[in-house]
């Protein structure tokens, strides 16, 4: 069809046009006589691929990847030399050339290499989000202690990250300004609130000992730990019923919830519960069914017992 102020030419050969002319620009800005080959390949790709109207639009998106490549008119640089350059997330906004530079060279993205490049940027990120400080310090000579062990397959880049955050998790524990070492009572605070991050965070403990003649330990006491645990469902319960959610998300998580913390039930899958409603000596709350085990639990309507102890020796406090 002809568009109304169109009186010889259809919508899809103006757009055939605009995406030709444009196209005549942008070759225009690169250097190399290779690098406008390419582009002019690219272009024709392009124009098949998407349909000259979207592929006018998108065009000017494309034109740094080729800028890129102007800067290398000898062969074509590896996926490495573009990731390093674009980085993981640029190379994604990049899909459509490096698809075409995988279709038309056999350029191929290394799954396992933007990985690791992602690894390494979040690691990068970590450090420049600490300030400068002992705790800094501390983190870089971890770092560079861990690199070495990666340069002998003894780890993975992942893995080196997941150390160091734990690494740095523990000196946030000692001080928010990493201006001081973990002490032996941060180390236990630390780990007693924390308990799965304990084999991550040996690593880092056993680097500082070595390191600055420190006898750190990790072992925790069982006790201790569980009062912990026990501290943390209660506040996540007494948060729940201060909120006033309803709904069954919002029950299958106060079940959930209430099953750890009054059944010391370990391992809850809240998407699986089977549950109904259930008053019980004039206190609503749920029957539950948990592996071939039934349960009650009250509602989130009725105050759990340590939220009115809570209440009731806020008020105590307020009149001695």
Known sequence: ????????????????????????????????????????????????????????????????????????????????????????????????????????????????????????????????????????????????????????????????????????????????????????????AYLTQTPGQRAAAQGFIGYLNRTHNLSLRTELSARAVARAKNQKLEAKLYGLYFAGGEGEAFERTWIKTALMLLHKVKNVNKKTLNYEAMTMQDVAGFNVVLNAKVYWVPGPTSAPAFACETVQRSADDAHT
């Open 1 to 188: 069809m002809m568009p109304a102020g169109r009186r010889n030419e259809c919508e899809n050969c103006a757009w055939g046009k605009s995406f030709d002319r444009r196209a005549r620009i942008h070759v225009e800005t690169f250097d190399n006589a290779s690098t406008r080959q390419r582009f002019d390949e690219f272009c024709q790709w392009l124009k098949n691929e998407m349909g000259a109207h979207k592929a006018a639009l998108k065009l000017k998106h494309y034109v740094p990847f080729f800028s890129f490549l102007d800067g290398h008119p000898v062969g074509l640089p590896s996926y490495a030399c573009l990731l390093e350059h674009f980085s993981a997330e640029g190379l994604r906004r990049m899909q459509t050339p490096m698809l075409w530079l995988n279709t038309r060279y056999g350029v191929a993205a290394d799954e396992q290499l933007r990985k690791e490049h992602s690894e390494k940027r979040r690691i990068r990120e970590m450090f420049d989000s600490t300030p400068a400080g002992v705790g800094l310090d501390a983190l870089l000579g971890y770092w560079a202690y861990l690199r070495t062990k990666h340069a002998d397959g003894d780890t993975s880049i992942g893995s080196i990250r997941l150390s160091l955050r734990a690494a740095k998790n523990l000196l946030v524990s000692a001080s928010q300004l990493f201006d001081t070492l973990p002490t032996q009572k941060t180390v236990t």
